[in-house]
């Protein structure tokens, strides 16, 4: 997420400005308080600009209708009907952070509004209301950021993480792409195209997010990996090890036993038939620096040029060739 998306997610982007008193202020100032403000869900009980507690008008009115209630509280101070472990929160804290804080509470305080601090100084409330449309509307966002069919991050989030790496003292970039799936699709039909797709995407969510590392899907059969490291190989070849244990599931056996069966190859001419293969083009910035997403790109690209040339699994580290046994 980028500087500019931060401030727009930042939970100060949504407080409101609400009054806070002082907590010596007597509790028949408060119900005036709530009298009079009809939609005041909550007062804040400030020392020197600085939120201590929190009364809601719920827990005021239950305290109050008791009894003896009115005549043990009305009089004296406000803060002996507070709430004194409020959920405080700073102005540039993420509204998806704060969600979560929100919703650990007690179930009841689940309800009570956000205080908002900036410097330590009370800047407002945010209701939950409020706090649970924001995260909605984040949600839809983030999730037109991701590829429909395998929901992992496309091609907006693809290029922020580059921008964030150009940074980094080391980094991996792998550009995954299989050769042969438009022969594969022509073949079978996109709903079977689309099932191999989630197939290697299974596989390389094993290999690369459940260890931590960034995972993008750029569109079709390609996908891409970052990773703040050069030790790459041993992912690399679990990878191509699990796609070629297991790619001739997706075929028929007639297909792969025949060697007379041909296919329409890209030039529109009949071609012998050929697996699918993955192809891995990786980038470091081991030998070379990178200043724009740009020239990340290009490389990457001229990489990916010489894997297709190889015809079988194989991976590239900027120009050393790592090529699996023959495929099939």
């Known amino acids: 997420m980028t500087k500019t998306d931060e401030a727009v997610s930042n939970i100060g982007r949504i407080v409101k400005t609400v009054p806070s008193i002082s907590p010596t202020l007597k509790n028949k100032e408060v119900d005036k308080l709530f009298t009079e403000n009809p939609d005041l869900r909550g007062i804040v009980v400030a020392h020197h600009e600085k939120p201590i507690a929190q009364i ?6 239950q305290k109050i209708g008791t009894l003896y209630g009115y005549n043990l509280y009305m009089g004296r101070e406000s803060q002996l009907l507070a709430k004194t472990s409020p959920l405080i929160v700073d102005f540039h804290q993420p509204i998806t952070e704060v969600s979560k804080l929100a919703m650990e509470r007690q179930e009841e305080d689940l309800y009570d509004d956000v205080i908002v601090t900036k410097d330590d100084r009370f800047m407002g409330v945010v209701s939950i209301r409020a706090l649970l449309m924001e995260f909605v509307d984040i949600q839809v966002q983030f999730a037109s950021f991701l590829n429909p069919l395998s929901k992992l991050p496309g091609n907006h989030l693809i290029d922020q993480k580059l921008s964030e790496i150009l940074y980094l003292e080391k980094y991996s970039v792998l550009y995954f792409d299989l050769d042969y799936f438009k022969t594969y699709n022509d073949l079978y039909g996109f709903n079977k195209g689309d099932k191999v797709l989630l197939h290697l995407t299974d596989i390389l969510k094993r290999n690369i997010t ?13 996908f891409m990996a970052i990773l703040p490291e050069y030790k790459v190989d041993a992912i690399c070849e679990e990878i191509i090890k699990e796609f070629d244990e297991t790619i001739p599931d997706f075929y028929e056996e007639k297909h792969l036993n025949d060697p007379n069966f041909k296919v ?10 050929t697996i699918m293969f993955l192809s891995i083009a990786v980038l470091t910035n081991e030998k070379r620096k990178f200043e724009k997403i740009e020239d990340i790109s290009n490389a990457v690209a001229a990489i990916k040029r010489n894997c297709k040339k190889i015809k079988r699994s194989c991976y590239i ?3 050393t060739e790592y090529c699996t046994p023959t495929h099939h």
Do not use: M, V, W
């Not at 809601?56 to 009115?61: C, G, L």
């Not at 329409?264 to 038939?273: A, L, M, P, V, Y």
């Open 264 to 273: 329409k190859g890209r030039s529109g001419h009949q071609d012998d038939f």
């Open 210 to 222: 459940q260890i931590g590392y960034f995972l993008g899907h750029i569109g079709g059969d390609d």
């Open 317 to 319: 580290i900027d120009e």
């Open 56 to 61: 809601t008008r719920t827990h005021f009115y």
